[in-house]
C-alpha cells in the first residue's frame, strides 16, 4: 500500500433516521423485506437503473449482491453501481440490522451499517431505519443517501399497497 494514497484518503461519517408509518402489519412489512421477489421490486427496480443482478440469502450471514447499470434518465448514464449487503441480525417481523457497502464504477464509495426496527401500532407499523456510514471519496454523501433510502421506503409503500 502506498503511504501517501493511504494518509490522502478520508472517510466522512454521518448517522441519520427515517420513521415512516404504513397502515399494515408488521408481518406484512417484514415479508417485503424477506422474500426476494417482493424485495427486487420495490428495492432494485428503481426508474434510473437497469437490475444486472440481485441475489438475496436472507438469512443471519446471509448475503446480498445487486448490480445495476444507470440508464439515460440518470445523473450518470452507464454508470455501473453495486450493493453488497451482509444480515448480521434477524429478528422475524421485530427487527433487521445489515452491513452494506455500495461501489460506483470500480471505486468503493461508502460503508455502512442499517438497522429496521418494526414497531406495531394501533394504525399499522412503524418503521425506524437508522443509518450509519461513513463515506469515502467520490460518494453520494449522507444528503443524497438519506433522500435515496427516503424515495426506497415510498417505493416500500407501494408495494405493500398492491
Known sequence: MNLTMS???SATHNTFVIERT???TPERVFAAFADPVKKRRWYAGVETRNVEKFEMDFRVGGREHSS???NESSR???MALSNDTTYLDILPNRRIVIAYTMTLGDKRISASLGTFEF???DNGTDLIFTDQAAYFEGSDGAKMRE???QR???RL???LES
Open 7 to 9: 494518509l490522502n484518503r
Open 22 to 24: 404504513y397502515p399494515t
Open 68 to 70: 445495476y447499470r444507470m
Open 76 to 78: 450518470f448514464p452507464g
Open 119 to 121: 414497531l406495531t401500532r
Open 147 to 149: 433522500g435515496g433510502w
Open 152 to 154: 426506497l421506503l415510498e
Open 157 to 159: 409503500a407501494s408495494e
